[in-house]
């Protein structure tokens, strides 16, 4: 099972990015998909979730969509309106069973992405 996230790179503040991340394996359509992120300095920190439903951390509400293509096996994270403090790596992660009320715990998903970096500049 590998996860292969893409799309980071450096935007201007206000700018947009989309991240993709292919998964390969096994078929992801049932599976939790999401994104978490790492700043330089801190914890990693939940963005974004999708099954059935889309969660997202409170930060990126209204600017960030997540969405996925189950025939391609990849899951998008649009963002819009940048902020410099969305500079991070980007994780791509999935699970097969993931506690609802525990959908922003990193420890839940089995499967991680190799990152994707984006940097947003004043």
């Known amino acids: 099972v590998q996860l292969q996230a893409s799309g980071g790179g450096l935007v201007q503040a206000g700018g947009s990015l989309r991240l993709s991340c292919a998964a390969s394996?096994?078929?992801?359509?049932?599976?939790?998909m999401g994104w978490f992120r790492q700043a330089p300095g801190k914890e990693r920190e939940f963005v974004a979730v999708i099954r059935r439903t889309k969660h997202y951390a409170d930060s990126v509400k209204g600017r960030f969509t997540i969405s996925r293509d189950n025939a391609a096996n990849t899951v998008y994270l649009q963002m819009n309106s940048l902020k410099p403090e969305d500079t991070a790596v980007y994780y791509c992660?999935?699970?097969?069973?993931?506690?609802?009320?525990?959908?922003?715990?990193?420890?839940?998903?089995?499967?991680w992405g190799q990152g994707t970096l984006v940097t947003v500049s004043r």
């Open positions: 394996g096994r078929t992801f359509s049932t599976y939790v």
């Open positions: 992660v999935a699970d097969a069973a993931v506690i609802y009320s525990a959908y922003g715990d990193p420890r839940q998903y089995d499967y």
